[in-house]
């Protein structure tokens, strides 16, 4: 019982990680389609690019997060 439960405590892993990465994906493949468009406007490859931005970094994170890497970023980043 106490295996399983460091075990279970080793994962980092959550579900919707996978989400957040289709949504990333999705994000992108949006903002290509809108660099390509001949109708774009400014506010929109803006918004768009920030979002995308965004969501990559959350990504990094939660890939650090993964790899038991993201408390020693955070301890160097706020100390």
Request: glycine share 6%.
């Amino acid at each position: 019982m106490l295996v399983a439960a460091e075990a279970a405590g080793a994962s980092n892993f959550q579900s919707f990680d996978l989400f957040m990465i289709a949504f990333t994906v999705v994000i992108g493949i949006g903002v290509l389609r809108l660099m390509r468009s001949p109708h774009r406007t400014k506010f929109s490859v803006t918004l768009s690019t920030i979002f995308f931005l965004l969501f990559l970094m959350v990504d990094a994170l939660m890939i650090m997060n993964w790899m038991g890497v993201l408390q020693d970023f955070q301890n160097r980043l706020f100390s």
